[in-house]
């Protein structure tokens, strides 16, 4: 299948050889002029040798690559990518009697760039970050149905689409209905509003992280900053913690994590309590030796590398503020979902906050993304997640 058509630079393919899924405009010699943003291209080198199809996009990356070869983008390009993202998701085991909350489609992880889908029970919620997957939509959502339990198919794409490309989607079901919005993660209950939620509705990125924090909790005064749903406060819950204070600056985060904690546990549970406050604010009044395991899941810092010195300013003086008043024995869970922070740097963040904090730390694990956020070997972009449990002194 031809579609449209763009040539690059001499010199300009070699990402492309080693199958990297973007070409940034700036590495393209002549495109088609007819060509649309979100319009399918076939890619040719200088000499004319075809690397692959893709979607078409205005700015920086100007094609996401979908196939390698001249596979026609059509139904059974979907219906095939999809079959293997499932078919790896079973392999995981996620799909359980406890446990029907996962990520199906990870974007480039899943060879699918532009594209994310959660599964929460019989709903997938899709998101389209480019204009092709948005143009993509209904085919897309036709073939989720055909995936094993998939009903109800919600589209989310108003805050993750280019708003230049005025696309002005409408977030709402593509097939089927609201069913249930509750959802299972590891033999825990959890409503998932994706219809007003944050990303998807909820975080499923954090579900092993959550498991090892539950595992640290037996007896801890456990403090979960940036709480969000809740997801930490409910496995420290499970796990035996003495207390549970879950901390975010929306009201409405808060009152998602009261749900969530009553969902699971009985009214005269009592262990938890949750505050809608700023969180440095929260730090700067909290007591020394108040809590013996802390939590700090912040939004993304940095969206853009723009954003890289003033992110790495943030994490160190948010993790200073936890470490100087955790007494000696206690654990810290840090993390950063920013794109435009590595490991490396994200360690030298935390690192200088112990240091500026002058606290014994040792790093007991270092966490990242499970396996239901793939990052494929040719994209080492798609690792994001980044964590650090500390055992602090
Ligand atoms: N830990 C959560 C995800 C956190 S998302 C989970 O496992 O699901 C980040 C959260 O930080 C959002 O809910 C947002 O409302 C909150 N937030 C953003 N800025 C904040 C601030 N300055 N103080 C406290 N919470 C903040």
Redesign the pocket.
């Known amino acids: 299948m031809k579609y449209k058509t763009i040539t690059l630079k001499r010199g300009k393919e070699e990402s492309l050889k080693r199958f990297h899924p973007w070409v940034f405009s700036g590495a393209i010699a002549a495109a088609d002029e007819s060509i649309e943003e979100g319009d399918l291209v076939t890619v040719y080198a200088h000499d004319g040798t075809l690397f692959g199809n893709g979607h078409s996009q205005i700015g920086s990356i100007a094609v996401r690559m979908l196939a390698f070869d001249d596979t026609a983008i059509d139904e059974a390009f979907y219906a095939n990518r999809l079959a293997d993202a499932w078919r790896m998701r079973q392999a995981l085991g996620l799909q359980r009697e406890d446990n029907n909350a996962y990520r199906l489609v990870h974007g480039e992880g899943d060879f699918l760039p532009g594209l994310v889908v959660d599964i929460y029970g019989p709903t997938a919620v899709m998101q389209a970050h480019s204009p092709g997957m948005h143009f993509a939509r209904d085919i897309i959502a036709q073939a989720l149905t055909g995936l094993p339990g998939i009903r109800n198919v919600y589209y989310k794409s108003e805050t993750t689409l280019p708003y230049k490309a005025h696309l002005d989607p409408v977030n709402d079901y593509i097939i089927g209905g609201m069913e249930t919005d509750e959802a299972l993660e590891n033999g825990l209950r959890f409503h998932v509003d994706w219809l007003k939620g944050?990303k998807t509705g909820?975080?499923v990125d954090?579900r092993e992280n959550?498991r090892l924090l539950e595992h640290y909790s037996r007896g801890r005064r456990v403090l979960?900053?940036?709480?969000?749903?809740?997801?930490?406060s409910v496995y420290a819950l499970r796990g035996g913690a003495e207390s549970v204070h879950s901390?975010?600056?929306?009201a409405k985060?808060v009152r998602l994590t009261d749900d969530n904690v009553a969902l699971n546990f009985p009214p005269e549970d009592g262990r938890h309590r949750s505050f809608a406050?700023?969180?440095?604010k929260?730090l700067d009044r909290m007591e020394s030796d108040a809590y013996d395991l802390v939590?700090l899941?912040?939004?993304a810092f940095a969206k853009h590398k723009s954003a890289l010195h003033n992110a790495l300013v943030g994490y160190r003086r948010l993790n200073a503020k936890a470490l100087e008043k955790m007494p000696s024995g206690s654990i810290l869970f840090t993390?950063s979902c920013s794109q435009a922070v590595n490991k490396e740097q994200f360690r030298l963040a935390v690192f200088s906050a112990a240091a500026q904090t002058r606290r014994k730390v040792r790093i007991l694990h270092q966490l990242t993304q499970p396996a239901d956020h793939p990052i494929s070997i040719y994209h080492p972009e798609g690792e994001y997640l980044k964590g650090l449990v500390l055992y602090v002194e």
């Open positions: 944050q909820f975080f954090q959550r979960n900053m940036f709480c969000y749903t809740g997801g930490f901390v975010d600056s929306s985060a406050e700023d969180a440095f929260f939590i899941d912040p939004p993390f």
